[in-house]
């Protein structure tokens, strides 16, 4: 306990330029919110409270701890319901004009919050990500420690891939505090004091009619019985498009009513 940073201890929220770089939170917009947390509920276990970005979002958590936000998807936003990742960065509008200089799209934003500034961009092959310049959740050491939501980038060329995310979010650079980067068999794997964030591997492609084949990031979940996890999402109006044996454990990936795609994995990344 006297190791962990004083914002652990405290209670207190960490900003996102103390961990520029890393994915700090994951977040649902959806067309209904209420049935989104119906489905969330029933199958992921989670509960939730209101959030501080205001009454239409809410924060899911389980066994205690936050896992991902989900907000009600305002009519004059043109985005998909989908699951988000969103990235700390020091300085969203620095951030946002090096996507824009490396052909990348910042579609929404960046706007200000109460807790601070985001946007809303997607690459230069149109996986949609976000930013987000400010406090994160308290404990969030915690969260990254335990990892209730990690992420998995399908993308046309991992390398290039890297190269764009590396240039935008400052990962691999000489700056202290940066997240590192290694090439593992045919993987990107990005970590953080010794932590794996998030996978990029190759071999979507943009023209594919399967959501699952372009270019994306995956937002995965553990969970502790794949199956039933499954049969709860089958019961509760989601389809299942994929199921499988992975070196980082067995994974469904699903479809919520609302057609966002999350997938569910028996490991930790």
Known sequence: MDNEPRAVRSGTAPSSASVFGAPCWVSLMARDLQAAQDFYGAVLGWR???????????????????????GALAPRLAVAVDW???FAVTDTDEAAARIRERSGTVAVGPLSFSMGRGALAADRDGAVFGIWEGLLIPNWHRW?????????????????????????????????????????????????EGHVLARISSGASGEAPDPMIRPRWHVHFPVEDVGATVDAALDNGGVVLDRQSTPQGLQAALRDPDGALFTVTSAQP
């Open 48 to 70: 939730f409270r209101k959030g501080r970005m205001g009454e239409e979002f809410s924060v899911a958590f389980y066994d205690g701890a936050p896992v991902a936000g989900i």
């Open 144 to 192: 990254r420690k335990s990892a209730p939501a990690w992420l998995r980038l399908r993308t046309r060329n991992a390398f290039d891939a890297a190269i764009f995310y590396g240039e935008v979010l400052e990962w691999a650079t000489e700056r202290p505090g940066c997240c590192q980067v290694s090439y593992e068999g045919d993987e990107v794997v990005l970590r953080s």
């Open 84 to 86: 988000t990742p969103y």
